[in-house]
């Protein structure tokens, strides 16, 4: 008992700081659970094991040699002795840490004389893998790709468009790698070789459509196409248009892109972006129709954005993306009313037939449901002024709300403001609580 009274007079005459720091120490993930267990970053000194033999330490160390050898080599250096017959089979089986072959070291440093020597003695080293799952080719020069794309047709041409096919660890296929690395000479020799296989030639099993379909098709992890990589990289570097106009030429008139779409990134740039708008919706007009997962095409992205100059060129070209819904049954107009943006609603009510009727969700807020709930008074005076929208004010939506209840609850004063002071407004409309707007306000105090 005594032992305890003890121990909780040092606890309470301790100082509080120092305690926060044992507990702080007790805590902490770098310390040890149980006495004598050694961090793995610290020394101590340790019971002696039976360690690896001499023969296998020296092996080892003749393997790190070698890779020092091969790089050596590859970057252009002195050695004679990698030519040599009797190490031809340690090539073969040659791997460094990160299992890049001799080809992966040879078309990292783009000496086309040991890869072609690395393919002649080793064929299966073509498809190889390191531990990111690339291939030689992926990593390479331009000149070394071409060389290995060149040998794999010739060891079978359907090995090259599984080639194209294989994704790394980050999903990217040699097409990403190369567009995202800035070669605009590496983008355009890969399309150049395919084209030169495709089945215009004879013994080829593969169309051109089917050839620039793979920068369409193919996505990373992040959802990227190689389109969508080349129309990113043309705002940084206008050579890389070219690759954008090809791949949209010459693709099939029906073939539509994975992953996010180009579109809607051109769209993003707003001013800057809004001739790749026009160079992809003149190609392929269609893709203004593509929906995203939440049911969105392009239009619902330039209004919620305030894109003016792509707004109008989408409604110029088509119609009737004006009424297109996304799954919660959102139109453009709704997204541009929800971050009050009132020259986007100008350009959309140009194109709606009725407004009144057209310009609810599926819970049938208008468009001034929306700006009361988002507190967009810009947009709340804007309808005030147009006639035609006259009918908006007091409209319900499926729970009896008005949009003066809306913003009471949302707590707007600006907006109840405005409305309160309009003669057209109902001030008294029960919703389907019974609640007119005062009650709300009431109950809010």
């Known amino acids: 008992m005594a032992d305890e009274e003890i121990s909780q007079r040092e606890y309470q005459d301790s100082d509080p700081k120092e305690t926060e720091k044992d507990d702080a120490y007790n805590d902490s993930p770098y310390r040890d659970e149980e006495e004598g267990i050694e961090k793995p970053l610290e020394f101590k000194p340790a019971e002696t094991i039976v360690s690896d033999s001499p023969t296998t330490r020296h092996s080892e160390y003749e393997k790190l040699e070698l890779v020092g050898q091969v790089h050596h080599l590859a970057r252009g250096g002195?050695?004679?002795?990698i030519y040599s017959s009797s190490i031809t089979n340690i090539l073969k089986e040659f791997k460094t840490p990160m299992d890049?072959?001799?080809l992966h070291v040879a078309a990292l440093y783009g000496n086309d004389e040991l890869a072609n020597r690395a393919t002649q003695h080793g064929p299966r080293l073509l498809s190889s893998l390191n531990k990111n799952n690339d291939t030689p080719a992926r990593a390479g020069h331009v000149s070394t790709i071409r060389r290995l794309m060149d040998a794999c047709v010739i060891s079978n041409n359907n090995d090259l468009l599984d080639l194209m096919r294989m994704k790394n660890n980050q999903g990217n296929t040699m097409l990403h790698e190369a567009m995202m690395?800035?070669?605009?000479?590496?983008?355009?020799m890969i399309f150049d070789v395919l084209e030169s296989y495709t089945s215009t030639s004879p013994g080829t099993l593969f169309s051109m459509e089917s050839c620039y379909e793979l920068a369409l098709k193919y996505v990373n992890h992040k959802r990227r196409s190689v389109l969508y990589l080349a129309v990113e990289a043309s705002f940084r570097e206008a050579g890389f248009r070219e690759?954008?106009?090809?791949?949209?030429?010459?693709?099939?008139?029906?073939?539509?892109?994975?992953?996010i779409s180009p579109l809607v990134l051109a769209i993003m740039k707003k001013h800057e972006g809004i001739d790749m708008v026009r160079t992809i919706v003149g190609k392929k007009q269609e893709w203004?129709?593509?929906?995203?997962?939440?049911?969105?095409?392009a239009l619902h992205c330039a209004s919620a954005i305030v894109n003016k100059e792509g707004v109008a060129y989408l409604?110029?070209?088509?119609?009737s993306c004006s009424i297109e819904r996304d799954i919660h049954g959102y139109l453009p107009i709704h997204l541009a009313a929800h971050g009050g943006h009132v020259e986007v609603i100008k350009l959309l009510l140009k194109y709606c037939p009725d407004p009144n009727e057209m310009l609810v969700d599926k819970s049938l807020n208008n468009i001034f449901h929306i700006a009361a709930e988002s507190g967009e008074i810009d947009v709340v005076k804007y309808i005030l002024k147009i006639p035609q929208l006259g009918k908006m004010i007091n409209q319900r939506n499926m729970e009896g709300d008005t949009p003066l209840h809306v913003a009471t609850m949302c707590a707007h004063p600006k907006i109840v403001y405005a409305l309160t002071w309009d003669d057209r407004v109902e001030l008294n409309l029960l919703n389907m609580r019974n609640r007119t707007p005062l009650h709300i306000a009431i109950q809010a105090i």
């Open 78 to 81: 002195a050695g004679p002795t």
């Open 100 to 102: 890049n072959t001799v």
């Open 181 to 188: 690395s800035g070669q605009k000479s590496g983008v355009f």
């Open 243 to 259: 690759a954008v106009n090809r791949i949209l030429d010459k693709c099939s008139h029906t073939a539509i892109p994975q992953g």
């Open 288 to 297: 203004m129709h593509l929906r995203a997962k939440n049911g969105r095409v």
């Open 315 to 319: 409604l110029d070209t088509c119609k």
